[in-house]
Every structure is written in C-alpha cells, then in structure tokens.
C-alpha cells in the first residue's frame, strides 16, 4: 500500500508563506507525476498544482503566480511553496499521485489556515 506522508501546514496570516513537504514511497516515485490537492470544508478535493517525472509544472488559476510546486527524486519528496496566502486558502492540502482518484489511498494531509 502507498504510504504517503504530508507537513509544513500551519496558522498564518494573510500574506504569509508556508512549505508544505510530502514523503513518497521510493519504489514508485520516480515513475510518476505528482499532484498537490487540497480540500476546504464542505467542498470536493481540487487539484492545486502538479508536477511531471520531466518536471513540468501545472497549476490551478486560483494560485498560479503565488505556489510552487517542486520535486526531489533523491529525496523522494515533492514540495508545495505557499506564498501570498489567503483566507480562501485555508483547507487541507494532500499530496498523491497525478490523477488519484477519490477510493485511491489518500495520506491524513496537512492543514493550513490562513486568518485574516
């Protein structure tokens, strides 16, 4: 079974920046594209941001130019740079493979809020 394991998530201020870290299993890492989702009260998981094996960078409208997502293959970890947070941020944000689909494995995410 994957195991996937999400941090960084925190209580910020509008404006403030978070990393958010996710370890991936190594056997199946370097083989996929990896995606961060998040997933606010009330409201279906959403993509946020992914990433390629080749490292190409997708994005959400609703955060381009303010995250980044990023990955290291010899670490295993994909990275997700918050910067310039807004309420309408505040979710739990989960990392897993590009196109997990909702019954896939998910990992217990990291939660960040961001106040006014």
């Known amino acids: 079974q994957v195991q996937l394991v999400e941090s960084g998530g925190g209580l910020v201020q509008a404006g403030g920046s978070l990393r958010l870290s996710c370890a991936a299993p190594?056997?199946?890492?370097?083989?996929?594209?990896w995606a961060w989702y998040r997933q606010a009260p009330g409201k279906q998981r959403d993509l946020v941001a992914a990433?390629?094996?080749?490292?190409?960078?997708t994005y959400a409208d609703s955060v381009k130019g303010r995250f980044t997502i990023s990955r290291d293959n010899a670490r295993t970890t994909v990275y997700l740079q918050l910067t310039n947070l807004k309420p309408e941020d505040t979710a739990v944000y989960y990392c897993?493979?590009?196109?997990?689909?909702?019954?896939?494995?998910w990992g217990p995410g990291t939660q960040v809020t961001v106040s006014e």
């Open positions: 990433i390629s094996r080749r490292g190409r960078e």
């Open positions: 190594t056997s199946i890492f370097s083989i996929n594209d």
């Open positions: 897993n493979e590009r196109g997990a689909l909702p019954d896939s494995y």
